[in-house]
């Protein structure tokens, strides 16, 4: 994590780095065998069709997986893509593959960290949840590291989309505050479209862009350290 946080692996704008992502796909998603560049264009142009006025959703959905650069420096896929959940607590039981996939992870057998609080306080909130690593994590710290325009809601979205054990399991219900109910709202409306847009239908990806460059001048400009 903090090799990834000194933001000195590539510089590139957005759209050089989804360009990036044709060469990727992601080893963990069932749904559909498509370059990630053409899921985020789906995505995108999904919540353009629902959220006509709401801009900086539209680029949300355009960039919301480009953390996934990390695999291009040796960063295994495992550690970048999938689902995220908390650590430092006891590990929800919608975690995928919980009973297996942990059996050699020390904090299961750590009282510090294997309890139903562990590290943390009672409805401390989402925020102060320390989660496994991966894309989502990475991207929000970037877009903060690299200045963007885009608001607080779309960062959430963004932080929030693979941690599919509190928003689609129910777990972490004890660590959450009431003001965490509007940011599952719309982890869930977001996830609506990176979920169900998957398809072999291509999008035209050349006829799209300057609508998507002038929203990328318009939240994140220029070239972005990563």
Same mark, same amino acid.
């Given at each position: 994590?903090?090799?990834?946080?000194?933001? /000195?692996?590539?510089?590139?704008?957005?759209?050089?780095?989804?360009?990036? $992502?044709?060469?990727?796909?992601?080893?963990?998603?069932?749904?559909?065998?498509?370059? /990630?560049?053409?899921?985020?264009?789906?995505?995108?142009?999904?919540?353009?069709?629902?959220? =006509? /006025?709401?801009?900086?959703?539209?680029?949300?959905?355009?960039?919301?997986?480009?953390?996934?650069?990390?695999?291009?420096?040796?960063?295994?896929?495992?550690?970048?893509?999938?689902?995220?959940?908390?650590?430092?607590?006891?590990?929800?039981?919608?975690?995928?593959?919980?009973?297996?996939?942990?059996?050699?992870?020390?904090?299961?057998?750590?009282?510090?960290?294997?309890?139903?609080?562990?590290?943390?306080?009672?409805?401390?909130?989402?925020?102060? $949840?320390?989660?496994?690593?991966?894309?989502?994590?990475?991207?929000?710290? @970037?877009?903060?590291? /690299?200045?963007?325009? $885009? =608001?607080?809601? @779309?960062?959430?979205?963004?932080?929030?989309?693979?941690?599919? =054990?509190?928003?689609?399991?129910?777990?972490?219900?004890?660590?959450?505050?009431?003001?965490?109910?509007?940011?599952?709202?719309?982890?869930?409306?977001?996830?609506?479209?990176?979920?169900?847009?998957?398809?072999?239908?291509?999008?035209?990806?050349?006829?799209?862009? =300057?609508?998507?460059?002038?929203?990328?001048?318009?939240?994140?400009?220029?070239? $972005?350290?990563?």
């Amino acid at each position: 994590m903090n090799t990834w946080l000194k933001f /000195n692996h590539y510089k590139g704008n957005v759209r050089k780095t989804l360009e990036k $992502l044709n060469e990727l796909v992601d080893e963990s998603d069932p749904d559909v065998d498509v370059p /990630n560049i053409v899921h985020a264009f789906q995505t995108a142009e999904r919540i353009r069709q629902d959220y =006509p /006025n709401e801009d900086w959703f539209h680029l949300t959905g355009l960039i919301h997986d480009l953390g996934k650069i990390m695999a291009f420096y040796d960063e295994p896929q495992w550690a970048v893509v999938g689902d995220t959940f908390a650590v430092g607590c006891e590990w929800g039981p919608s975690i995928v593959y919980r009973d297996t996939s942990f059996e050699d992870n020390p904090d299961g057998k750590n009282p510090k960290y294997n309890t139903k609080y562990g590290m943390y306080e009672p409805n401390c909130g989402l925020e102060q $949840l320390l989660l496994s690593w991966g894309h989502d994590e990475y991207l929000y710290r @970037a877009l903060i590291h /690299n200045k963007t325009k $885009l =608001p607080k809601v @779309a960062l959430q979205m963004i932080r929030y989309h693979s941690f599919y =054990p509190w928003h689609a399991g129910g777990d972490y219900s004890h660590l959450m505050k009431p003001e965490d109910e509007e940011i599952k709202k719309w982890v869930l409306i977001f996830n609506q479209y990176d979920l169900y847009t998957k398809s072999e239908k291509i999008p035209n990806i050349e006829e799209l862009w =300057p609508y998507y460059e002038s929203l990328i001048e318009k939240y994140l400009p220029g070239v $972005l350290e990563w």
